[in-house]
């Protein structure tokens, strides 16, 4: 399942600067999208979504950007934190009645210096 | 704040043992998924349940597999006779039915056949 990509396994960022995450999908079905953060030996646990008809949400230091012509979305963290260093996981949905499955991309894995 | 549970946290079984997973969704969702996750590879959707019926199931989910809702509070993933490819973290969500924000995951069981 190629649908989601995430092409950066991995980023180093200095903690107090921005961490910019990138994610592609192909399938033009989907329309919401999610990202979820992933500490060893735990769960994935919900971080921030966007749907199809918006291009931008924010909540705190997180901001997802959608670009739909493009089929790419992105993850901004101002600043970043010591604790923000963990598997970050793109996701996309098709949504409608009934349960939809998460399609993910294969994780990057941020690094916050201090 | 409630929690999806999953047990045990690790099973390690003999190639061609049955296991059972279990999970405890959120108390008020309905919707309820598994996923799994071998080393160094994608979190891969396995099944989606609702109203005590599969409502999708992936290739992975073949006959080996089963799911079972036995009482109001548990959600279980049987695998028959396990297979040396079976070793990963499986993980379980939950969604609630009307507030379709996100799926909250588990802390995912490892299984590890041998």
């Known amino acids: 399942d190629q649908q989601v990509k995430q092409n950066s396994p991995s980023l180093s960022v200095q903690e107090g600067r921005i961490s910019i995450l990138n994610c592609d999908y192909t399938?033009?079905?989907?329309?919401?999208f999610l990202w979820y953060k992933k500490y060893p030996a735990e769960g994935p646990t919900f971080l921030i979504s966007?749907?199809?008809?918006?291009d931008k949400n924010e909540d705190g230091r997180f901001t997802v950007f959608l670009n739909k012509s493009a089929k790419h979305l992105s993850l901004h963290i101002v600043p970043s934190q010591p604790g923000d260093s963990a598997v970050y996981f793109c996701?996309?949905?098709?949504?409608?009645?009934?349960?939809?499955?998460?399609?993910f991309g294969a994780g990057t894995t941020v690094t916050v210096r201090a | 704040e409630p929690e999806v549970t999953q047990t045990p946290s690790h099973q390690v079984t003999q190639m061609g043992q049955e296991v059972i997973l279990r999970c405890v969704p959120i108390s008020n969702h309905l919707y309820f998924y598994w996923y799994r996750q071998i080393l160094g590879q994608k979190v891969e959707f396995l099944v989606s349940?609702?109203?005590?019926?599969?409502?999708?199931k992936s290739e992975i989910f073949d006959d080996q597999f089963s799911v079972e809702r036995p009482d109001g509070s548990n959600f279980t993933l049987k695998i028959r006779s396990t297979k040396l490819e079976d070793s990963a973290m499986y993980f379980c969500a939950s969604e609630n039915l009307q507030w379709r924000d996100t799926q909250y995951f588990g802390p995912g069981t490892r299984l590890t056949v041998l």
């Open positions: 996701a996309a949905q098709r949504r409608g009645i009934g349960p939809y499955k998460l399609s």
């Open positions: 399938n033009s079905m989907f329309d919401y």
């Open positions: 966007i749907s199809s008809i918006k």
């Open positions: 349940f609702y109203n005590n019926e599969i409502s999708e």
